[in-house]
Structures are given as C-alpha cells and as structure tokens.
C-alpha cells in the first residue's frame, strides 16, 4: 500500500483519520464542541477480550488506506447533512489493539441531542459495513482469523445511494 | 504505488486480510490487457482459486473508490479487491 507504513493519515476533510497509535477520545470530544451545539455524542468502541466464547489476546487492524479516507469522510459528510449536525469526527485504529484500547472513536455535535445519538449510531452502522477496514482476532495458542463475515461493501453502499458509493477527496 | 516494474500487459492487484492470507501473498499481477470488472473476477479466480468463494463475496476498488460493476479496468490502474470489511 502506498502509505501503508504512516504513522497517521488523513483525507484532507478535518476530523477523518487513520491512526497507527493510541485513539483519543477526549480530544475528539472537544473537537466537535461548538457554542451553538447542545447535545455532544461520543461513541468509543474498544477491542473486547473474547467474542462467541473465543478468547482474543489482542486485535490486528489494517485498512486499504485511500479508500477508507474516502469512504469515511464521504460518511462524514453525509452524516452532517442527513442529521444536521454541526460538526463531527470520527477516527479509526490500525494496526495491533490490545483489549480495552479503542479501536475506534465517533464524535458528534447537534443543537440537540436525538440527533446527535441518531448520528452516531448510524455511523457506527455504516462504518461496520462500507468501510475497508479489517480486523483479525488473534487467539491465546497463537492462531487466529481474519473476520469477514458480512456482506460485500459496495452492494451496501450502493443500495445506500447509488453513486455515492463513488469516494472523495485526494 | 509505482508501477516501473510492470509490463505494458500486467495489472497488479492488491489483497488484503484474509484474502491476502489464503493467497499467501498481498499482490497479484495478470496478464491484462484491459477488460471489465467482471473480466478481472475471472482473471483473479483462475489466477488464484483459493480465493474463489471470498472473491465471489467482495467488490473491486479501483484508486479510492468502489468500482461500478460493468465498469472498465485499464493497464495502470490501482486495483484492489475488497472482501467484507470488520471494522469498528
């Protein structure tokens, strides 16, 4: 990949970035904070030590980097418009996540706040489902599997809204 | 990426994850000489069939954005396939 070794990279839209080290939530939080906004939302997702009864020591996360950038900050648009949200940020992990770390940080602001929980979560959905981003959860004995359980991304996207599917940005 | 090393007739394509895993290897080059997306799913399958059943399950991305179906590749492009993603 062509920034595949960058310690942090981002599409050019503010508040859409790929991090190889720790995520910071707080800082995210007071990204979006605005006098005008009255509901703030963030949403921290952290790697979780087992999932279906198996344990996971750690999380291995990597990313097709240009078209994650794309899709996240065409996301990132789309969310501000559908929610009228006043600002909104959202940064992602890759590489290794031990349990407890966050992989993954929405923030939003709104003048009030249903709009602002509406947002996240669709985020959330949306990024779990468009995003090219993949994690393998490694096992204790040193095994481990990479997690594609879903459905392909662009028939999601598309069915989302036809050619928005198309990315933005660099 | 830079393509120098490629012939005029090759298209290099990227894999990732599990993918890249059952390959055994993160890239792919095909003789290519241009063709649809669909072109480059049959190319990919018979240049690789361990990837088969994901492949059938993935969509294609060309630079950064997802490729429409019948839509064309060229010699140079940035392909890459895309199996579902797990982020988050």
Redesign the interface.
Known sequence: MANGIAECSSAGARGVRLARGPLDPTAALGAVSRPTAGGNVLFVGTARAATDGLLTVRLEYEAHEPLALAVLARLQGAAIERFGLTACWIEHRLGMVEPGEASVVVAVSSPHRRAAFAASEWLMDQIKREVPIWKREHRPDGGGEWVHGGEPPDAVSRAAGGDRAAGVGS | ?TIDSQSSHSLRV?L????A?LAGRRQLDLPWVGGTVADLQMAVRAACPAIGP?LQ?????I??????AGEAIAVGDDV?I???????
């Open positions: 990426m990227t990732f994850a599990g993918m895993e994901l399950r993935s969509a294609i991305a630079g950064d954005r997802y490729a429409t890459a895309i199996p579902p993603v797990s982020g988050g």
